[in-house]
Structure formats: structure tokens, C-alpha cells
């Protein structure tokens, strides 16, 4: 049997999106940068979204390049551990360290 390949679509980035929107209507919006930290799970959220950031430069960095909806995903998906790292440490009362 041959391998099914996965595929992303429009629907799975706008998913990813309306997540990220959901989730943020429960944080303190953003006025300045914070630095990564906060409680086990937020901390290893935040480890995650650096390894998704450092996947999407090198996602970036192909040739030939590489599909531009493969870029997006991965780039809302770093997003997305982004707040559910802010999201972890708000609910568990961590305050953000702001720089």
C-alpha cells in the first residue's frame, strides 16, 4: 500500500485562525513584548512555538519554494502555541513578564 500524503488546506489556516481568536478574547491584550516563561506547560508551549518558528524559516529558506499555504499554516500554527502559552500561564494565575 502506498503512503497517503497529507495535505493542508484554506480551511485548516482559517481553523488555526479562529482559534487563535477565540482563545485571545480571554487575555489582556498585548502592549508590549513578553518574554517567554511562566509555569511548566506554559514555559514548554512557548519551547514549541520556537521550534515552529525556527521549521517555518527554513520552510521559507527551499528550493524550489515551497507551497505559500504550507507557510501560512506553519506560521498560524506558531501563533496559536504563541497564545495557548499566554493562555496556559493566565489560567494559572502566572503573571507575563514584560521587556
Known amino acids: 500500500d502506498r503512503v497517503t500524503k497529507a495535505f493542508i ?13 477565540t482563545l485571545e478574547q480571554e487575555l489582556p491584550p498585548l502592549t508590549r513584548f513578553i518574554l ?3 509555569n511548566a506547560a506554559g514555559s514548554t508551549l512557548h ?4 521550534v515552529c518558528r525556527r521549521a ?3 520552510i ?3 528550493l524550489p519554494p515551497a507551497d505559500p499555504l504550507l507557510i501560512r499554516y ?3 500554527l506558531s501563533d496559536l502555541l504563541f497564545v495557548l502559552a499566554r493562555v496556559v ?3 494559572a ?3 507575563e513578564t514584560e521587556w
Open 47 to 50: 519551547l514549541a512555538r520556537t
Open 36 to 38: 517567554a516563561g511562566g
Open 60 to 62: 521559507v529558506a527551499l
Open 74 to 76: 506553519v506560521n498560524r
Open 9 to 21: 488546506t484554506d480551511a485548516d489556516v482559517a481553523r488555526l485562525e479562529d482559534l487563535i481568536d
Open 56 to 58: 517555518e524559516r527554513r
Open 89 to 91: 500561564n493566565h489560567r
Open 93 to 95: 494565575g502566572q503573571p
